[in-house]
């Protein structure tokens, strides 16, 4: 489907076609539907970050909680978004040994605990390794950092999704 199809869809149409954009949070499209059309791909992700940036802090949080923790129960029970689980192993985060999933879990754990969300982190260009070192930098944030950190980053899965969705 081109830009142009997708401009022209009803809203719930719309909804449906780009709810994966943004794990579990098919508001979001929903919402950036009344800035169409959409001339290009910068101007449909700039429709959807303007509504994430203009919830409330209650859906930011939501939309931040609808993300897998890396690595965690999710991937382990087979139940990923088909677009996390792609991620993820792109990363390589299924080829961890029992000492580093260890170690990923345990981070995980101490990330949630110390701000009440999961860590989020856009995965792509990086390795098991490099995220491991991010979730231990950002441990040392404060809360509202780090928050608005999450939320740069689902932009930024975001961004990487409708690439490969809308790529020429």
């Known amino acids: 489907m081109t830009l142009h199809e997708l401009s022209s869809l009803p809203q719930a149409e719309f909804s449906r076609e780009l709810g994966a954009i943004f794990e579990h949070s098919p508001w979001i499209p929903a919402r950036a539907w ?5 001339a290009d ?12 940036h203009e919830a409330d802090p209650a ?3 939501a ?3 609808a993300h897998p923790e890396l690595a965690g129960k ?3 029970e087979g139940t990923l978004t088909s677009d996390s689980t792609s991620e993820q192993r792109g990363a390589g985060l299924d080829q961890c040994s029992s000492e580093e999933l260890q170690r990923l879990r345990g981070l995980n754990a101490a990330y949630r605990e110390r701000f009440g969300f999961p860590f989020v982190i856009a995965v792509k260009g990086r390795s098991r390794y490099q995220i491991m070192d991010a ?6 944030n404060e809360r509202d950092a780090e928050f608005a950190t999450c939320l740069d980053q689902i932009g930024q899965i975001a961004r990487f999704r409708l690439d490969a969705r809308f790529a020429a």
């Open 34 to 38: 009344a800035a169409r059309p959409f």
């Open 41 to 52: 791909v910068d101007a449909l992700h700039q429709a959807m970050m303007r509504v994430v």
């Open 59 to 61: 859906e930011q949080l």
């Open 63 to 65: 939309l931040i909680t």
């Open 74 to 76: 999710e991937a382990a």
């Open 135 to 140: 979730i231990e930098q950002r441990l040392h």
